[in-house]
């Protein structure tokens, strides 16, 4: 991933509101060459002790992703206030923007 669409994409996902989520594939809309899939994997390299919002960022559906770290980043949301279904999907009501 090229420095310019880094940039954009963690801009973003840094002005994610607390207890809003969005897609990978949202970001990848708002960042000039970017896919869902080049965002998941700057998520997974985020250096250890970022601040950058990575729990914010769910699959479409509202759904989390299938990754080591989806306990925690259901309970970093839940803390937020964002509920899950009894599918374990987020309600739309929850997206942003």
Known sequence: MRDA???QAT???ARIPEGRVTTY????????GATARSIGALLRLLP?????PWHRV???????ADHEGARVQRE???A????FDARGRIP?????P
């Open 5 to 7: 669409i880094r940039e």
């Open 11 to 13: 801009t973003i996902i």
């Open 25 to 32: 594939g949202a970001i990848a809309k708002m960042t000039e």
């Open 48 to 52: 250890e002790g970022h601040t950058l």
């Open 58 to 64: 769910v699959a479409a559906g509202g759904r989390l």
């Open 76 to 78: 970093m949301l839940s």
């Open 80 to 83: 937020e206030g964002v509920v």
């Open 92 to 96: 739309e009501r929850f997206f942003w």
